[in-house]
């Protein structure tokens, strides 16, 4: 029996359960507004003068955390010096331990957006629950959704229902699949600019944070339209690891990257120890130019 049409409806254990009924196959991917096959081309998600998903590479770099005035001013006047365009910052720290750094909240979102107006940056950071919906839209230009946040389908609905682009990250224990079916409800609620980020997933290696799966950035490029960049900062947790994972992550076809920079590393307040320092960070910025122009890419 072969069923054609809206078939992405059907929960396929409604058809196993039958009597009789040896497997079901699904012949089309269930994600049908991500998938290649509803677009060819890769996506270009347009904000401000910025564009992810382009010809062009786009780093976005910043610290873990807004931790005050000084730093955030500091970290986005630097970057921008070195072309960086799209300036990363977490206000809304979901940490491991409820006894580390939580973030400046509210407080922490007008100085990331002061600062990056000052240098005429886009602002990227994460959105930890529906209830600050409101306040993100507000404040930031790319809505983040973090690796803890990827299953939770109601948040997913609501960066849904809105206009600005959305960044999606990968959870550490999801499959490819269940990644592009979280794009998905982004999608079929009603908001198509959706990034999806590589940033490692859990295995049984314990040397680094996590093992970046690079493989899945040209896997995820097979399947789908969006664009898809890599955290290499978080995928390692070492910022020694963190470099020549970023220069990889140009070489398997990302779109650009999500990294974690500090003025001063010792002294962050959270994931110091993956952050590049600003002259690593530059150093690291001359090869990414050399890579891309090799990669056939804009930087
Ligand atoms: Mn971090």
């Known amino acids: 029996v072969e069923i054609i049409g ?47 998903g382009g010809n062009a590479i786009q780093i ?15 970290i986005a006047q630097n970057l921008n010096k070195l072309g960086i365009k799209i300036l990363r910052g977490g206000a809304f720290k979901p940490r491991s331990s409820p006894y580390f750094f939580q973030g400046l909240e509210e407080k922490g979102l007008k100085l990331i957006r002061a600062a990056a107006d000052e240098y005429k940056m886009t602002v990227v950071s994460e959105i930890l629950d529906t209830k600050y919906l409101s306040l993100m839209e507000k404040y930031v230009d790319i809505l983040q959704i973090g690796s803890r946040n990827m299953y939770n389908y109601a948040l997913l609905k609501e960066v849904g229902k809105i206009t600005k682009p959305v960044l999606l990250k990968r959870a550490w224990s999801a499959t490819i699949e269940e990644l592009l079916m979280s794009a998905e409800y982004i999608i079929s609620s009603g908001n198509k600019n959706v990034v999806l980020c590589e940033r490692g997933i859990r295995t049984f290696e314990q040397s680094l944070r996590n093992t970046l799966d690079l493989s899945a950035v040209p896997v995820i490029k097979s399947r789908t339209h969006l664009p898809v960049i890599v ?50 960070f530059k150093s690291l910025l001359k090869r990414l130019h050399e890579i891309s122009k090799f990669m056939g890419r804009d930087f």
């Open 6 to 52: 809206n078939t992405e409806i059907i929960d396929p254990k409604e058809i196993k359960i039958f009597e009789g009924v040896h497997g079901v196959i699904r012949i089309r991917e269930p994600y049908l507004l991500a998938s290649k096959k509803s677009q060819n081309k890769t996506s270009v998600i347009r904000v401000k003068d910025v564009e992810i």
């Open 60 to 74: 976005m770099a910043g610290p873990c955390a807004v931790e005050n005035e000084k730093q955030i001013y500091t």
């Open 231 to 280: 955290d290499p900062s978080h995928a390692t947790g070492f910022h020694e690891i963190a470099v020549p994972m970023a220069e990889s992550a140009i070489v398997a076809g990302a779109d650009g990257l999500l990294i974690e920079v500090h003025d001063r590393p010792a002294r962050a307040l959270s994931d110091g120890i993956q952050s590049l320092d600003l002259r690593t």
